[in-house]
């Protein structure tokens, strides 16, 4: 295996770069917290395509007309890989703000970005259960759908791993419906362990949402493991 990047991987670093800084002065503003708002929106969505169209990542996407976008949504997806987030930002017709590792906020300009789209911090190593709260809570008060991978890291090795309960329980909390992804292909098109990029087909299933109004905390671990069941059952995407 080559250690050198391919000619897809430097497109792909170039085009999404170079929609990154276009993006970022849009943030910079027109963004207001994690509000929806048509340009903003638009431009997070026109800057994942600006990644996924040189990577040669073709999305097909099933469900989409399980989502309003008018309805606020705990979104739980598994992880297969560092693309995800872009992917989920192309597929799904519907303002979405996620939690992020610390080491992103980091960044220069683009922490600034984050927190002013109303993004959420979370220090992986030591995650802040009131600050991820409050920020998902804020997010899902302005209209927003929050996106979570409640498996804490992506995939080793492509299956769907233990779920954390942490997503279902904000759901319940803020008494919004969850809606179950199901995200297969990333992990060929961008390995989690190597920069280089392959092309290849991205598939995501989007579930019926799950109403959690009336549910407590007795609730979580039922909610959960019926999520993770269902995204598991689409296993047949990977072939």
Do not use: K
């Not at 080491?103 to 959420?120: D, E, S, T």
């Not at 979370?122 to 209209?143: E, K, M, N």
């Not at 995501?204 to 609730?219: F, Q």
């Amino acid at each position: 295996m080559s250690r050198w990047p391919t000619t897809r991987t430097v497109a792909t670093a170039v085009s999404g770069i170079g929609a990154t800084v276009v993006v970022l002065a849009v943030v910079g503003i027109a963004a207001r917290g994690p509000r929806p708002s048509r340009l903003v929106d638009g431009a997070l969505r026109a800057w994942a395509r600006c990644w996924l169209r040189p990577a040669g990542a073709r999305l097909e996407v099933a469900g989409r007309e399980n989502l309003d976008a008018r309805v606020a949504y705990l979104v739980v997806s598994n992880h297969q890989s560092n693309l995800d987030p872009i992917a989920h930002l192309a597929a799904l017709p519907i303002p979405l703000r996620f939690l992020a590792m610390r080491g992103v906020f980091a960044l220069p300009a683009v922490g600034a970005a984050l927190r002013r789209l109303g993004m959420i911090e979370v220090d992986r190593s030591d995650p802040d259960g009131r600050a991820i709260a409050d920020g998902t809570a804020r997010a899902l008060a302005a209209g927003a759908s929050v996106l979570v991978y409640p498996e804490g890291g992506t995939s080793g090795d492509g299956t769907v791993g233990p779920f954390r309960s942490g997503a279902f329980r904000l759901a319940i909390a803020n008494r919004v419906p969850i809606v179950p992804v199901a995200t297969y292909g990333t992990r060929d098109v961008w390995p989690t362990d190597r920069n280089v990029i392959s092309a290849g087909v991205v598939r995501i299933v989007v579930g019926a949402p799950i109403a959690t109004s009336g549910m407590t905390d007795a609730d979580v671990i039922g909610l959960r493991d019926r999520v993770r069941a269902w995204v598991a059952a689409q296993d047949s995407l990977r072939d």
